[in-house]
């Protein structure tokens, strides 16, 4: 149970923090493999996870138990370099790793807003709640495709809500996304937010002060008590 925030680890550099976020992934995954015979981990696109990306690839830890889906996605074709799918299948998905199962978001549905149910009704066959969660904190305080001033983020920062994914809008381009909702965020056993740099750390400090969870969307994982949250980060 998450009681008052999330737990703070800090590191020297981005090096230890990849290092020690490998570390717990891997006890996390192998802790569920011997206790249910699989693992699911959920994973954030963008440039941010790749050293972690490039340690666990070469770790062998009974990848074939495990499944792999994201957090968001871009509505883009997976061939687009902005797709978060090439970017798991690029840099995690292989080496010992390549054994893994893996479901993406983007299907063949004309919209995000289309395609929402059957990329949820995918997702929604790992085994859950989801083992390890791990996101990542924008500049604008936004997490997985969740961000300030996107339409209907109200519903989908409802922890009470059914779990699902929601089509919504990014302020740059590609704008069209499709995110895990917040009650969905939240069906895990261990969220791990991991982010470096000083103005990560000044939104950081910002998202634990009072405020509106719509204007800081991360403000919902830190805020709830349902699961319990780590806060990686490194200057």
């Known amino acids: 149970?998450?009681?008052?925030?999330?737990?703070?680890?800090?590191?020297?550099?981005?090096?230890?923090?990849?290092?020690?976020?490998?570390?717990?992934?891997?006890?996390?995954?192998?802790a569920a493999i011997a206790a249910r015979g699989t693992a699911s981990l959920i994973v954030s696109g963008g440039k941010t996870p790749l050293p972690l990306f490039e340690r666990?690839?070469?770790?062998?830890?009974?990848?074939?138990?495990?499944?792999i889906a994201l957090a968001d996605e871009r509505w883009v074709a997976l061939e687009d370099e902005g797709s978060?799918?090439?970017?798991?299948?690029?840099?995690?998905?292989?080496?010992?790793?390549?054994?893994?199962?893996?479901?993406?978001?983007?299907?063949?549905?004309?919209?995000?807003?289309?395609?929402?149910?059957?990329?949820?009704?995918?997702?929604?066959?790992?085994?859950?709640?989801?083992?390890v969660m791990l996101l990542g904190m924008g500049d604008d305080g936004h997490t997985a495709s969740l961000f300030p001033?996107?339409?209907?983020?109200?519903?989908?920062?409802?922890?009470?809500?059914?779990?699902?994914?929601?089509?919504?809008?990014?302020?740059?381009a590609p704008q069209e996304r499709i995110t895990l909702n917040c009650a969905a965020l939240l069906d895990a056993r261990d969220i791990i937010v991991s982010s470096t740099g000083e103005t990560k750390w000044r939104v950081y400090e910002e998202a634990l002060s009072e405020g509106p969870v719509e204007d800081m969307p991360i403000r919902a994982i830190f805020r709830q008590t349902r699961t319990p949250v780590a806060f990686f980060w490194a200057p």
Do not use: I, Y
């Not at 666990?56 to 499944?67: E, F, I, N, P, S």
């Not at 840099?91 to 289309?114: E, I, Q, T, Y």
């Open 1 to 30: 149970m998450n009681q008052s925030g999330p737990t703070l680890q800090r590191f020297a550099d981005p090096e230890r923090l990849a290092d020690a976020l490998s570390e717990r992934l891997v006890l996390g995954l192998r």
């Open 56 to 67: 666990l690839a070469v770790t062998d830890l009974g990848w074939r138990q495990v499944k």
């Open 84 to 131: 978060n799918e090439r970017f798991v299948r690029e840099h995690l998905l292989h080496g010992h790793a390549a054994a893994a199962s893996f479901v993406g978001l983007k299907n063949d549905a004309p919209s995000a807003a289309r395609g929402a149910v059957a990329a949820w009704r995918a997702v929604a066959k790992l085994a859950r709640p989801f083992d």
């Open 149 to 172: 001033d996107s339409p209907n983020l109200s519903k989908a920062l409802d922890p009470d809500a059914a779990p699902g994914c929601v089509a919504t809008r990014s302020p740059v």
